[in-house]
């Protein structure tokens, strides 16, 4: 079992940045493979970001590339989104999510946390 919490969102004014963390329970940590996704009002859950534990590879949805960074530290248990440059389109509650068996970047997560909201005022 693995539990999830997400800290860090807040109501930002575009161009801002904000750094969400995921903090994680369980000994076992470093050998999950972890995302980030998030949901707008009326949409439907979208992949932001993962970051594979074997590898050490990310991925970025097209429309966070280059503003959002995916990491990890295995020590603390921890894993983070810096994201940058915001806009108002990224605004949405932001969920981290963890699987020990790995079947895509938008494959099954097994354990999720509650969310934390992002707001980006324009």
């Known amino acids: 079992q693995v539990q999830l919490v997400e800290s860090g969102g807040g109501l930002v004014q575009a161009g801002g940045s904000l750094r969400l963390s995921c903090a994680a329970s369980?000994?076992?940590?470093?050998?999950?493979?972890m995302g980030w996704f998030r949901q707008a009002p009326g949409q439907e859950r979208e992949f932001v970001a993962g970051?594979?534990?074997?590898?050490?590879?990310?991925e970025y949805a097209d429309s966070v590339k280059g503003r959002f960074t995916i990491s990890r530290d295995n020590a603390k248990n921890t894993l983070y989104l810096q994201m940058n440059s915001l806009k108002a389109e990224d605004t949405a509650v932001y969920y981290c999510?963890?699987?020990?068996?790995?079947?895509?970047?938008?494959?099954?997560?097994?354990?999720w946390g509650q969310g934390t909201q992002v707001t980006v005022s324009s």
């Open positions: 369980g000994r076992t940590f470093s050998r999950y493979n």
């Open positions: 970051i594979r534990w074997s590898t050490g590879s990310t």
């Open positions: 999510a963890a699987t020990a068996i790995w079947s895509g970047w938008t494959g099954k997560y097994d354990y």
